[in-house]
């Protein structure tokens, strides 16, 4: 991501203090990619298909939608209004504004969740981005040519029932994660981003193609978003809640640190707005591609976390060309869950630079160790451990693996409690005056807007979880 270091005039009404050397996006293009780097990532193209699948289609889907035009695009222009507003680091941020308006230090635990949330996240996220990557040779080795669904899920069991191919991919991919945040997340990737992202569109849409031979396209279709109510449970609102939240990368202060490097004159609500349908749609094209293969192959819509590596494979090793076609999407789907990983440990690391004055180097093997470390409890839960339910006595956390629980805890717990914190802090503490400015949008439009943060989304918030609670 570039950050240029000019431009530190369109500074001059940030907060004092807030320093001019840390320069700014090149563009408002330069802080769409940044963040749709951090958006797009396994969230659209392994989970949403999967608790779709798991909490039965289009209900789901109907309420997921709703969770981020009414709760997600407000919370990520909060977000970034106050990282713009702030200028620093998130809790820096936080703090410099809370002093400057004589606020409550206590805001700072927003930064902190974040750190936590990001440091569990990681732990698993990057397992997963180990499939991926063993997936690359998987299909560049040409033996999902032509397969039953048997065989292709035979070699995913076979995948996950072995702890030391799954610590070895999950080793390599925190490592590349680390790479790029130790050397600075400012260089190369938003080139990297600009051409990725696309190509991952465009083979996607291949797969979609494909899955329009299968026969079952109106089938998946009318899964996806045809609402069934009777099939949504309470649960179900939680995990499509916390998947709006995980998705976007709300509620851990990510679009925070970017929002501290947007220029002043760039709207923020278009600019959210765009890396949400941008998110959105991948998500939704990731779900027409898998279905009609799910159908097709008479496969359990919710087969839970392995959907995708037992579905795609099968398009893969029946379209023409699909052994390179294949390959490439693994590679593009690495490729995403990287520049997702790195904005999951750039904040910890931020912190850790900033609070305990540790260097950068230090700090990303401290933070990548200590998030590898915990990794290995996901990579137990899917074999050894895969019995053990830590939580199992908690009637709604019955069988959950220590890698459910993390996956449950953070994306439905702490990023929907991370985001209201965040609303709560711009719709009922920051001064008004100051979100106008930052904001710029027309009287009505910033009315609306304040109403969602000040009521609308804690009010949400609160009723998911004490529904949930209940
Ligand atoms: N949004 C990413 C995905 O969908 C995951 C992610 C990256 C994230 N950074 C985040 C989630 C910060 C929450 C907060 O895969």
């Not at 995980?246 to 990510?254: D, K, N, P, Q």
């Not at 760039?266 to 749609?281: F, H, L, N, P, R």
Request: charged letters at 10%; proline letters at 4%; glycine letters at 12%.
């Amino acid at each position: 991501m570039s950050v240029t270091s000019s431009g530190s005039a369109t500074y001059s009404d940030a907060l004092e203090g807030s320093n001019a050397k840390r320069g700014l996006w090149s563009s408002r293009f330069a802080f769409i990619l940044a963040a749709t780097g951090s958006a797009v990532g396994l969230g659209n193209i392994w989970k949403f298909p999967y608790v779709t699948g798991e909490n039965g289609g289009g209900a789901f889907v109907l309420v997921y939608l709703l969770c981020i035009a009414i709760v997600g695009i407000p919370i990520m222009m909060a977000e970034v209004m106050i990282g713009r507003r702030g200028g620093r680091s998130p809790v820096n941020s936080i703090r410099l504004i809370t002093e400057r308006d004589r606020l409550n230090p206590a805001w700072k635990l927003v930064g902190a969740i974040g750190v936590l949330a990001g440091f569990l996240i990681l732990s698993f996220y990057s397992v997963i981005g180990g499939w991926a990557i063993s997936y690359v040779g998987t299909t560049a080795s040409g033996q999902l040519a032509g397969q039953s669904a048997e065989a292709v899920g035979a070699i995913f069991s076979g995948l996950l029932s072995n702890p030391s191919t799954l610590m070895l991919w999950h080793t390599v991919f925190m490592v590349l994660v680390m790479i790029v945040v130790a050397r600075g997340v400012r260089s190369g990737l938003e080139r990297a981003v600009s051409i990725l992202m696309p190509a991952l569109f465009v083979l996607l849409l291949m797969v979609v193609g494909y899955a329009m031979t299968t026969g079952h396209f109106g089938q998946a279709a009318a899964f996806l978003f045809q609402p069934d109510f009777s099939k949504l449970t309470t649960s179900g609102v939680l995990v499509a809640l916390g998947h709006a939240f995980f998705t976007l990368s709300l509620g851990m202060a990510v679009m925070m640190a970017y929002g501290s490097y947007l220029p002043k004159k760039i709207s923020i609500a278009k600019t959210s707005i765009t890396v949400s349908v941008i998110d959105t749609g991948v998500a939704l094209l990731a779900g027409l591609a898998i279905f009609p293969i799910v159908f097709a192959n008479g496969l359990e819509p919710g087969a839970g976390p392995g959907l995708i590596f037992q579905t795609l494979p099968l398009a893969f090793g029946q379209m023409p060309m699909g052994t390179l076609f294949g390959t490439l999407f693994f590679v593009l789907l690495i490729f995403a869950a990287w520049t997702s990983g790195i904005s999951l440990l750039e904040p910890i690391v931020e912190w850790l630079e900033e609070q305990k004055g540790m260097n950068r180097t230090i700090s990303t093997i401290a933070a990548g160790g200590v998030c590898w470390a915990l990794g290995i409890a996901s990579v137990l839960s899917l074999n050894l451990w895969a019995d053990v339910a830590p939580l199992g006595f908690i009637p709604m956390l019955e069988g959950k693996t220590i890698f459910d629980l993390l996956d449950f805890f953070t994306a439905n717990i702490l990023l929907p409690l991370g985001g209201l914190l965040v609303a709560l802090f711009a719709g009922w503490v920051m001064s008004r005056q100051a979100m106008e400015n930052e904001l710029s949008l027309s009287p009505t439009m910033f009315n609306l807007w304040f109403i969602i943060v000040r009521f609308v989304t804690p009010v949400a918030v609160a009723i998911v979880f004490i529904y949930n609670l209940m």
